[in-house]
């Protein structure tokens, strides 16, 4: 059974860093990309980072490109988002997921994901 246990979010200041964490299981880092998502009340869920299986390459929204990092323990099952220089609008509720399907990020669905963990950058 596929499952994800998404951690590390919280109250953190404007210009403030949060290090989430996501256990997974159930499926194979090395075989299928992984990535997290963010859904704010009220928008539309965005892709913010992904890794790919085979060679670690790593892609980033717009919006979180420079200030986030996604990296993986490869020989574990955990994935792990890094964002630092943190600003309101990065506010939102942050899940991992995979969809299962490819080893690259190209194109990836999120068809699995966990209970997400709430990020809330205020002042």
């Known amino acids: 059974q596929v499952n994800f246990v998404e951690s590390g979010g919280g109250l953190v200041q404007p210009g403030g860093s949060l290090r989430l964490s996501c256990e997974t299981s159930?499926?194979?880092?090395?075989?299928?990309?992984i990535g997290w998502f963010r859904q704010a009340p009220g928008k539309e869920r965005e892709g913010v980072s992904c890794?790919?299986?085979?060679?670690?390459?790593?892609y980033y929204s717009g919006s979180v490109k420079g200030r986030f990092t996604i990296s993986r323990d490869k020989p574990g099952k955990t994935v792990y988002l890094q964002m630092n220089e943190l600003k309101t609008e990065d506010t939102a509720v942050y899940y991992c997921?995979?969809?299962?399907?490819?080893?690259?990020?190209?194109?990836?669905?999120?068809?699995?994901w966990g209970q997400g963990t709430q990020v809330t950058v205020s002042s």
């Open positions: 997921g995979t969809d299962l399907k490819s080893s690259s990020c190209f194109g990836i669905e999120y068809n699995y």
């Open positions: 890794i790919s299986a085979t060679d670690d390459m790593t």
């Open positions: 159930g499926f194979s880092l090395e075989s299928y990309a």
